[in-house]
């Protein structure tokens, strides 16, 4: 059994070699395959069961049945064949900017390169260069995209992947019978935008029953340990998952233990014991004696605390808060009523205008801006003002006719000299304008800001897209100086974005909640590419909690007409 990551990676790879062997159209349908894949929120397998393959987006029955190979055999022939003849680590490749496909094959015809290491020891030995197609400045680049994809490359797998499927579990195990509570901790129910684990905490009468149950669930690939009260397996998905039954009267000291985060934890603990206390994943103890364990809040309350919400134990500056009763009442995910960013297949999306207003409307949304990109972003099908008047004139007729409302917008690019991609006539028919860059990025930290900062102050965007840029597991944020752009975000009341479509979670909690301090304010988006993506502004809300933000931060708390308003 494999997973829907892995069987993403294959198609992807399946379509590079394609596009090296210069075979048009199939690779832009393994590729559209394989993100459709990526982003299912349940196993590939369950849908292959169902026999619901040939409903996805962009499945059709010959890419159907080697899914079906894969589910069946862990394997797919035409992958195994293609990967023979290109024994590339594409999968790697793709995370390095500037490494398309054919350049990696290119490197591997003249140096033998394979994997990222035999590419490193290239590029340091400066023997790129002297290759047909490099050059000296491309040696350079590669040097510099390598080193940032080495810096952040993890195993951790990101939570907008994950938490569906983790939810799924904990329904399972609650539907079950065997247990009287199953609750998620770790850094998962902090919503952290990476985890390295799935942490269940339960309590039940019969842990013996349930660590069966439990180990022997679909979603299960292997048992790492089996013991009464903690089991251990490794899941179908591609990480560990971890179960503990624990006492009830100690069910609230456990969570509060492996909420964590470790700094917060190890906090707590000289706090109680400055207080003569003893505080472990069994309680608060005086002596032999437990104070608290029962419930979470019973154990900050004891240590003369308020309790938090997870998504603020990071020992940020939260305990001292909790401590002074000045924690920030931050913004709830029921209070963001729609979506600041999401593209249809004008540009590069998956689904037409009317298809992600009406997933968006089933999600409980009341509105959405179009976000799609502007002209000079080809590769992404941008928009130029001509098509974007004719889209315009289908959203205004699309609003008289519906309850949710689409907002007029774009996510222009901020161009190369900082000046925009659209002209001002055609910005002035807009209600979201969203700044971003996208292309022309290996500039210097202070060239990036100063072209960010003249975006900012022209009076024409919204809001900065994904602001650092990064790619989690790929690529390091831009070098930008932050306090000059959040600067020039204050004094033009410029928002920035927080993108949370799992990749970017950008901007990162840190610099968000260091924005908040700057008076800025916040717009949230998903970032949707298709109908399914919606469920990614929930993570974008996590982010605004975890940085601190209160309802009247984030502008998607306002109503519609409301958000019209603030492009005056
Ligand atoms: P992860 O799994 O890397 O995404 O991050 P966490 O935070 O879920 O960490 P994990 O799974 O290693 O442990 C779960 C929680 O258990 C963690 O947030 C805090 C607590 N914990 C783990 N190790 C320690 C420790 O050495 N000391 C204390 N006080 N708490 C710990
Ligand atoms: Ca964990
Ligand atoms: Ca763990």
Request: aromatic residues 6%; charged residues 30%.
């Amino acid at each position: 059994m494999g997973s829907n990551k892995d069987l993403s990676e294959k198609l992807n790879d399946i379509a590079d070699i394609l596009d090296i062997e210069g075979v048009k159209w199939e690779p832009r349908a393994y590729r559209t395959a394989a993100l459709t894949v990526s982003g299912l929120s349940e196993d590939i397998s369950k849908v292959y069961q169902e026999g619901k393959l040939l409903e996805l987006e962009g499945i059709g029955k010959s890419i159907a049945n080697s899914i079906k190979e894969y589910v069946e055999s862990g394997k797919i022939s035409k992958y195994e064949k293609l990967k023979k003849k290109y024994p590339i680590d594409f999968e790697s490749f793709r995370k390095i900017r500037g490494m398309g496909p054919k350049r990696a094959y290119a490197l591997y015809k003249a140096l033998g390169i394979k994997t990222v290491e035999d590419l490193k020891k290239a590029v340091d030995g400066g023997k790129i260069q002297n290759i047909e197609g490099f050059g000296e400045k491309s040696e350079e680049e590669l040097k510099k995209n390598l080193e940032s994809f080495m810096n952040v490359k993890s195993d951790r797998l990101l939570l907008g992947y994950v938490i569906d499927y983790a939810n799924s579990i904990v329904e399972k195990l609650r539907k079950s019978g065997l247990f009287e509570r199953v609750e998620i901790a770790g850094s998962m129910r902090r919503m952290r935008e990476t985890i390295g684990d799935i942490d269940i905490l339960a309590i039940s009468e019969k842990p013996e029953s349930g660590m069966d149950f439990f180990s022997k669930m679909d979603e299960v690939k292997g048992i790492v340990v089996k013991g009464p009260t903690k089991t251990t397996v490794e899941l179908s998905i591609g990480t560990t998952c971890d179960i503990r039954i624990l006492p009830r009267e100690s069910f609230g000291a456990a969570m509060q233990y492996f909420t964590g985060n470790k700094d917060h934890n190890v906090k707590l603990r000289k706090i109680a014991i400055s207080k003569g206390l003893k505080l472990n994943e069994y309680g608060l103890f005086r002596g032999k004696d437990s104070i608290a364990g029962k419930s979470e809040e019973e154990i900050y309350s004891r240590l003369g605390m308020d309790i938090m919400p997870p998504e603020l134990r990071e020992n940020t500056g939260e305990i001292e808060a909790a401590q002074e009763h000045r924690l920030p009442k931050i913004v709830n995910y029921n209070e963001i009523l729609g979506d600041l960013h999401a593209h249809t297949k004008d540009s590069d999306g998956m689904n037409s205008l009317e298809e992600m207003a009406s997933a968006a409307e089933k999600m409980g949304f009341k509105y959405i801006a179009l976000t799609n990109h502007s002209k000079s972003l080809p590769v992404a099908h941008g928009l130029d003002e001509k098509r974007f008047l004719e889209l315009n004139k289908k959203i205004d007729s699309f609003n008289e006719k519906n309850n949710i409302k689409i907002l007029k917008g774009v996510e222009l690019e901020i161009l190369k000299d900082g000046s925009l991609d659209l002209k001002n006539d055609s910005l002035k028919g807009l209600d979201f304008v969203i700044g971003a860059m996208h292309q022309n990025l290996n500039m210097s930290g202070k060239e990036l800001t100063n072209r960010l900062i003249k975006a900012i102050n022209s009076g024409n965007i919204n809001t900065v897209a994904h602001p650092t840029d990064r790619i989690i597991g790929q690529r390091e944020g831009l070098k930008l100086d932050f306090e000059k752009v959040m600067e020039a975000c204050q004094k033009n009341q410029v928002l920035l974005e927080i993108d949370g479509y799992p990749e970017r979670s950008d901007l990162p909690f840190d610099l968000v909640k260091k924005a908040k301090d700057y008076a800025i304010k916040f717009s949230l988006g998903s970032d949707s590419h298709r109908t399914e993506h919606f469920r990614f502004l929930n993570l974008a809300c996590a982010i605004a909690r975890r940085g601190w933000l209160e309802k009247r931060d984030v502008i998607n708390t306002l109503e519609y007409k409301e958000v019209l308003k603030l492009r005056r």
